[in-house]
């Protein structure tokens, strides 16, 4: 870690640029290959599961809408008026929210009515140097990838050995750093 802090100290202030960052950053990212290399898996592993969930709140709320697309409607109506209720308290200073956004969330997740990959499942304190270790953990497998501009995405290139999957692996990092608070 002690390392880990030199090279923000040569970062810091976060205005000024690199002077060689070719030769810097490569040479940060073997220094903490070790420490990034047991990252890959768990990031991989969150970002097929929040996929798998996204899937099944789409299936859940088409499947809804097909069987029953009043109580549908009526749910979603119901949550559009409760968000309106929370804004205006925010915005006027007046309107007292209710326990009712606690009492329509199990409606919204059984009518397919959520967004896993914006949701927070856990909130964690600040984490020092979090942001320094993910962006070298990124940096360290965004040479893995290579641009397909007829698919128009980030693709695996050919001559790697250890294929990673560029979308399981954005849902998976920007699940984790969205359980932070914005601090870090």
Do not use: W
Request: hydrophobic content about 40%.
């Amino acid at each position: 870690m002690v390392q880990l802090q030199g090279a923000m100290r040569t970062l810091h202030p976060h205005s000024k640029t690199v002077e060689s960052p070719a030769k810097f950053y490569p040479a940060l990212i073997t220094k903490f290959a070790k420490f990034s290399a047991p990252l890959a898996p768990y990031i991989l592993r969150v970002g097929q599961i929040q996929i798998l969930r996204q899937q099944i709140s789409l299936t859940l709320h088409s499947l809804a809408k097909f069987e029953s697309k009043q109580l549908v409607t009526a749910v979603e109506t119901l949550n559009n008026a409760l968000v309106a209720n929370v804004t205006s308290h925010y915005t006027l200073d007046y309107v007292t929210p209710t326990d009712s956004l606690y009492e329509i969330t199990p409606y919204l997740g059984a009518c397919g009515h959520t967004q896993p990959l914006l949701q927070v499942y856990s909130t964690f304190k600040d984490i020092p140097m979090l942001p320094m270790l993910m962006f070298l953990h990124l940096h360290g497998h965004v040479c893995k990838l290579q641009y397909n501009t007829q698919c128009d995405l980030l693709v695996p290139a050919r001559r790697v050995a250890d294929p990673l999957d560029p979308v399981v692996f954005n849902v998976g990092l920007s699940t984790i750093l969205r359980q932070f608070r914005a601090s870090t």
